[in-house]
Nanobody
Framework: QVQLVESGGGLVQAGGSLRLSCAASSRTFSRYAMGWFRQAPGKEREFVAAITWVVGSTSYADSVKGRFTISRDSAKNTVYLQMNSLKPEDTAGYYC???????????WGQGTQVTVSS
């Protein structure tokens, strides 16, 4: 069983920054990529960013391009999401997940709350 633990959320003013972390408890699982998703109250979960674990290729939702940066530290078995120029519409619970080569996301974390005040 793989456990993902997110941290780094909090309350920040618009224009501010936060860095989220997602640490995986095990290295012995098949992992093609890791991704970040978010879900605001009353809305569906949406993709934010992803990074392939070996090569480090990244992809982003249009709404966060140029403001968010995803990265990983293989030695620490951790993926990060640096969020800059935060907007109130970025307010949501943020979740990390492991993506298999099939494209399926499995092993979800418990989430960390990000609240951006205007």
């Amino acid at each position: 069983q793989v456990q993902l633990v997110e941290s780094g959320g909090g309350l920040v003013q618009a224009g501010g920054s936060l860095r989220l972390s997602c640490a995986a408890s095990s290295r012995t699982f098949s992992r093609y990529a890791m991704g970040w998703f978010r879900q605001a109250p009353g809305k569906e979960r949406e993709f934010v960013a992803a990074i392939t674990w070996v090569v480090g290729s990244t992809s982003y939702a249009d709404s966060v391009k140029g403001r968010f940066t995803i990265s990983r530290d293989s030695a620490k078995n951790t993926v990060y999401l640096q969020m800059n120029s935060l907007k109130p519409e970025d307010t949501a619970g943020y979740y990390c997940a492991v993506r298999l080569v099939t494209g399926e996301y499995v092993y979800w974390g418990q989430g960390t709350q990000v609240t951006v005040s205007s």
